[in-house]
C-alpha cells in the first residue's frame, strides 16, 4: 500500500489531537496538583532555573528570546511569590543570578510527583517496547526538527 502526502498530514493531524486531548484530560484530572496562577513564560523561565540551578538575567533572555528588563519582570514577579531569589554575582556585580526559591524548589518536587503519577497510572499500562519506540521516535522527530530549524540561522533550545 503506497502512502501519499495526505495520507501523512490525516495521520499526523489524528496523532496531534489525540496529544492535545489527552494533554487536556491529563490536565483536567490532576489539576489540583498544577500551580495555575503561573504563567507559560514563568513556568519556561522557572524550568531554565531548575536545569541550569542558577542563571544570570541576560542567560536566561537569550535562552527566552526575549529581552533582560521583559526577563527581569518575570522574574520580580516570582521573586515576590517566592519562586526564585536573585542576587548580584560576586564575580561581575554587574550580573544578576537568578536561583529557585523554596516555592520554587516545590514547584518542581510537585511536578516530579506528578510525572510519577501519570508515568504509573498510564503509561505503565502499555508494553516497555512501546514506550521505548515512542521516546526513540520522539527523540529522531526532534533531531530532524532541530537540523531543519538551525539550517535556517535558529536556535536550537536547551
Known sequence: METTREDLIRIVK???????????????AHEELLESEITAK????LEHVHKHNQMTVSELAERMNVSSSAVSQIVSKLEKANYVTREINRSNRREIL??????GTDYFVKQDH????????????????EVVAMKNTI???????EKEVNGDGSKTIK
Not at 42 to 45: A, F, P, R, S
Not at 116 to 121: C, D, L, V
Open 14 to 28: 489524528e496523532m496531534n489531537e489525540a496529544d492535545y486531548s489527552m494533554n487536556v484530560m491529563l490536565f483536567q
Open 42 to 45: 514563568q513556568t519556561i523561565l
Open 98 to 103: 537568578v536561583r529557585l526559591a523554596q516555592r
Open 114 to 129: 506528578l510525572e510519577r503519577t501519570i508515568i504509573e497510572r498510564y503509561y505503565s499500562q502499555l508494553d516497555f517496547d
Open 139 to 145: 527523540l529522531k522527530l526532534k533531531a530532524i526538527v
